[in-house]
């Protein structure tokens, strides 16, 4: 069976959402900035502060060819994954891309308990995730399906990527 790659913005629920579709479909769930903190023995802010964003994204590249290697499972993405074309390509040849998308605000709202987000490290978050969203818009016209989540429970938006994985897996 083709995996379920869940990509979008940070804060649009890629991480709770994959666990509860590969629960509910009886898949693995593997998140890639993990696999990434896996590989380099500290978090993903600390890679940002020690090693830089560059460093990040190669190591995230290795997580993807790792993750795209697998079968039946649900992988949710780095928010950023997007931004190398090779990572979709990988991604794409064993599964089916569903992106999950938010308005600014939700994902604020989302994001604000959180202290481990380093791009949003700044003075007006609301601001950045605008610009960061804007800079994605081409690469994330790449998925097989998209989803809002801005005024969707949980469990309403695993619906919707199980009914989209459904439709789309024989393609």
């Known amino acids: 069976m083709k995996n379920i790659v869940l990509t979008g913005f940070m804060g649009t629920g890629k991480t709770t ?11 693995n769930f593997i998140d890639t900035d993990k696999l990434v903190e896996k590989m380099a023995g500290m978090s993903v802010a600390e890679i940002f502060e020690k090693h830089g964003e560059e460093y990040f994204r190669k ?3 290795a997580a993807v060819i790792k993750a795209s290697r697998l079968k039946n499972h649900v992988i949710a993405t780095g928010g950023g994954v997007v931004l190398n ?19 600014p605000e939700v994902i604020l709202r989302n994001i604000s308990k959180t202290k481990d987000r380093p791009l ?3 003075e007006d978050p ?4 605008r ?15 998209t989803i809002d989540v801005s005024d969707k429970t949980i469990e309403e938006v695993a619906e919707e990527v199980i009914r989209a994985y459904i439709k789309l897996k024989g393609r």
């Open 120 to 122: 949003l490290a700044v």
């Open 85 to 103: 074309p090779s990572n979709i390509v990988q991604l794409r040849k064993n599964g089916v891309i569903i992106l999950l998308k938010a308005r």
């Open 17 to 27: 959402v994959g666990k509860k579709v590969a629960t509910t479909l009886h898949f």
């Open 131 to 145: 610009e960061l969203l804007e800079e994605r818009e081409p690469f994330y016209r790449f998925a097989d399906y």
């Open 59 to 61: 190591l995230e590249k």
């Open 126 to 129: 609301e601001k950045r995730i």
